[in-house]
């Protein structure tokens, strides 16, 4: 399958501070790649820099297979952090603007704020909008000149529930038509909702990436009691049982294996000669394993 | 080009304050020369309608339209600084622009904004010259038009200052202060120089360009332009007037400014984060 964006390496700073650091990730043509981290993890940094608005201390990137140019940025509709359009112009006005740069026919315009939603709404300046319709005009500017690829950074940032499901619906409907689509978040319910793959990012670092399915599995979490806890810790580290075990307060927190069933651990605990005197099975939201990740 | 300069045109032209601070350039312009144009000289051989006729008029409203450069270059810096308040400088990038392309868009606009200043110039010098000069020669109409190219060199130089400033400090109040600012700080700065070295100063080259007109020679009523069609009245020799650069090097220099400045600017666009 075609690579559409290969980051290596990628680092940037600000001043002392390090923004990110050794960054390295593949998107297809066709995926949904989702860019997910906390606050501050270097998200937009990524997304910056790979859209050439920010210039890299260290590594490089390719769109497309090739050095990024003026004609490759023509086939990317970009969405990076807030809304910028000039609020004395009327949606129309700046969607022209737009279209001017991107040499898009001026057809587009009315397509794209169909799209949104916005399409009584054309003659409106930009700063009379709300919030849920400034974040749908961006969507309505990402999508003039019909792009292969769509950048969208938290694009549903300070929406209602409403709103997050109009601009969600978009990229949804966009994702079908086949374009790639690399968004970024700190929203993983949207991640989940919308993305094939995705990437972790923390602290500026890469701490994951892969299938979404895969990466955030809905294993089963098994908190358990016994005499002796930190010994059967190690020793259910060392077996092939867990994906992950930790302390969690009184009890042990083994994160089984999908292949695993809760009887499977209590068997090897007895025949390990640690009888379990409590055992209780939860499955683990994807927000706790998020929250584990990047802890 | 095309292209650039219609992004430029859509912008400005849908900018409330760019229409306000325009027709208020306009306006007082013509306000000023229309007002002064009124004014009766009590001094016996003395008549203000000497800077109203070919050539002096060609000296004269560049003169006092190089006053209002000071609009021009508010409206420039204002609406670069709103590229950098709206973020709109970034959006543009995303969306396909180069940084050379920002600068040349502005570049183009302060030439366009510089033409309009030009125009309205040269029609008000037609109306008022020919309006008020007697025994009219088609010479004698050209004669020191140059100063009208010269006042256009200026006003591209005002903007391009502005330019620069906006640049620098990416927020259009304080880069509006900052600009006006330096007026009085270079003055001050250029009394620690000899006076030699004071007439290379930046503002002050683009300021001489529009030289203050020899008001007493243009008002008066006897005839003191000898057959080069230069004074006989040497104010600068009294000790009235500055002595000050050629006229040549002057632009030269102004050009070399002009170059200065946009070469900032564009190394300034390039290097920053937008």
Redesign the interface.
Known sequence: METILKINNLSKNYGNIRAIQDVSFEVKKGEVYGILGPNGSGKTTTLAVVLGILQANGGNFQWFGEPFTKQIRRRIGSLVETPNFYPYLTLWENLKIVAKIKDAPEDDINYALGVANLLKRKHTNFGHLSLGMKQRMSMASVLIGNPEVLVLDEPTNGLDPEGFAEVRHIIQAQAQEGKTIILASHILDEVEKVCSHAAILKSGELIANGKVGELLSTDETVYIQAEKLGELMVLIQDSDLATNVYKEEEDLAVVLKSIYKPTDLSKFCYEKGYPLSKIVVKKQSLEDQFLQLVK | MK?LF??ER??AL???AFKTLMIIHFVLFFLVVLVVSRWHITVPGFSIKGLYQFPNIWTFFPWVASWFNIFLTIVLITLVG?EFS???F?????????RSDLITGKLLFIFTIAIYTFMMVLIAVLIFGLINTKDITFNMMLDHSYLLFVYFIQAIGYMTLGLLFAMLFRNTALSIILFILYFPVEGIIRLFFKQEARRFFPLKIISNLTPRPEVLTMASETDYTGPTGTSQLDFSEIGILPEELPLGLTVLIATGYIGFFIAISIILINKR??
């Open positions: 292209k219609t992004l859509i912008k849908s900018y409330p709103n709206f973020r709109t970034r959006q543009n990038v995303i969306d396909g622009l180069s984060n937008l």
